[in-house]
């Protein structure tokens, strides 16, 4: 069951930007709005405008209790307002000029609203999967979507304009993704700094957008490889956060220093441009997948409101990478670096831009320590409390001997000098958590649980966690 979600979600992903991909690419959507009259500005530009527009509404939408018992009509709203598409401009072409064009173009902005109402159902799919999960959909989605516009879209007449929404909502259906607002909720956290997180979404999609729309300019030599490159770093970055044994939120982000350091060496000092291309796409990877794990972490701990953030967090995303877009299209002046060319320097200032965005978010704000109550006491564990003791959890003395517990136990694990990582996932033991919701609370991949469990059975020479509990009881 969890393998059908895993890969059902990243084929309704791959469909999706497939979709939207081959919208302009194969579907030829600026020549068939031109022949029914069409005059006005970039239908791109009208495109991805009520697309960020359309997660705007519905982050705001989601905030409503009202709107959250209609929510799992979304999907299916998204599926008829992208099958409009196809539908009215079928229907343009049996019209006059005037509302031809009024037709069709009124088909992109209903498609442009309805994909965005489908991904960002997905989104709220995988704020309720594990982090490993994640990943994997993460790297699984790209190469999916390559595959799709390569093998189903054909010039002129393209499938995936009516199979992509019709599939993409059955796999919706399938893996639960249409209530998914309705699965366990996993205990908030107050206090984080959302600000930090939609400020470091903005800067470094802009950033990543910005070198993106140079990458054609830039790294021309490696034209024919640009899809797979891509592509194969995204699978990469996503199999380092799955396998690698200390790879979690706090220090995922320091996996994209040596590759942007070793692009920017290659940029400057290298006359070959496609050892650069690889990096410059590896450490962006790293970063896009860290990104992405933070907007998740954050929707996975907002209770009902979770698609709020989801949405939200997209909208952000979208502006970021459509503004660094078109502001390519305004760039002038002469060369920033004496001789390079005008690319060149943009491309080497967007690497600088991104050091410095590397800098500044250092992953800190990611912690689980709340300010209030007692010291150490995680918003993970509260989830978790409640039930042993057979109180309501409103009563003051449960919570005194809880906390009185919780540390005396801190107390003795720091006997056996664990790290502050290796206390968390202990504490957690002792309450009974199984794995999965150890790496869902804490926000780390299966291996790093298991890592950081060799280490804990070491240090406190216990075996397995039932020795581990009456050494600490």
């Known amino acids: ?36 009259g069409y005059a006005g500005g970039n239908p791109v530009f009208l495109f991805l405008a009520i697309h960020c527009s359309a997660y705007l509404v519905m982050g705001l939408l989601s905030m409503s209790p009202f709107f959250g018992r209609y929510s799992h009509a979304v999907p299916f709203a998204g599926c008829l307002f992208m099958l409009s598409l ?26 442009a609203a309805g994909v965005a109402m489908l991904i960002g159902r997905w989104g709220v799919l995988l704020s309720t999967l594990v982090p490993d999960d994640v990943a994997v959909v993460y790297g699984l989605s790209p190469i999916l979507s390559l595959l799709i516009i390569r093998f189903f879209s054909l010039p002129g007449v393209s499938t995936l304009a009516v199979g992509a929404p019709l599939l993409t909502l059955a796999l919706l259906w399938g893996t639960g993704g249409v209530r998914a607002e309705e699965t366990e909720q996993l205990a908030p956290l107050p206090g984080f700094p959302i600000w930090r997180l939609a400020v ?10 910005f070198l993106i729309s140079l990458v054609p300019i830039v790294f021309a030599r490696t034209e024919p490889l640009t899809d797979w490159i891509r592509v194969f770093s995204s699978l990469g970055a996503a199999l380092v956060f799955r396998l690698y044994p200390r790879s979690d939120l706090r220090n995922f982000y ?39 794990l933070l907007l998740i972490y954050f929707a996975s701990r907002t209770g009902l409101r979770r698609g709020a953030v989801i949405n939200l967090g997209i909208s952000i995303i979208v502006l970021a990478g459509t503004v660094s877009h078109f502001s390519i299209l305004f760039r002038t002046g002469a060369s920033l670096f004496p001789g390079q060319s005008n690319h060149m320097s943009f491309a080497l200032l ?10 500044l978010w250092d992953g ?33 003395d449960p919570e005194v001997k809880e906390k009185e517990e919780e540390m005396g136990r801190r107390m003795k694990l720091m006997e056996f000098n664990l790290t502050r990582q290796e206390t968390e996932i202990a504490l957690l033991l002792l309450k009974g958590a199984k794995d999965l919701n150890i790496c869902s609370l804490l926000y780390i991949s299966q ?27």
């Open 86 to 111: 196809p539908g009215l401009l079928f229907l343009s072409e049996f019209v006059s000029s005037p509302f031809a064009a009024s037709l069709a173009l009124a088909g992109v902005l209903l498609a």
């Open 350 to 359: 967007g690497i600088f831009l991104l050091l410095i965005l590397l800098s």
């Open 254 to 292: 320091r996996g994209a220093f040596p590759f942007i350091a070793a692009a920017l060496f290659f940029l400057t000092f290298s006359p070959y441009r496609t050892p650069a291309r690889v990096f410059l796409e590896g450490g962006l990877s790293f970063l896009d997948l860290y990104a992405w």
């Open 200 to 209: 470091f979404l903005f800067c470094f999609h802009a950033a990543n957008g």
């Open 1 to 36: 069951m969890r393998a059908a979600k895993i890969l059902g979600t990243a084929v309704g992903l791959g469909l999706l930007f497939a979709w939207m991909e081959s919208l302009f690419l194969y579907y030829g959507l600026p020549v068939r709005l031109a022949a029914r």
């Open 364 to 396: 800190r704000e990611v912690t689980f320590t709340t300010g209030g109550g007692a010291p150490g006491k995680t918003c993970e564990e509260e989830g978790f409390a409640g039930g042993d003791d057979g109180g309501d959890g409103g009563d003051a």
């Open 447 to 473: 291996n790093t649980l298991k890592y950081h469990l060799r280490n804990i059975y070491r240090k406190t020479g216990s075996s397995n966690r039932r020795e581990l509990k009456n050494i600490l009881d």
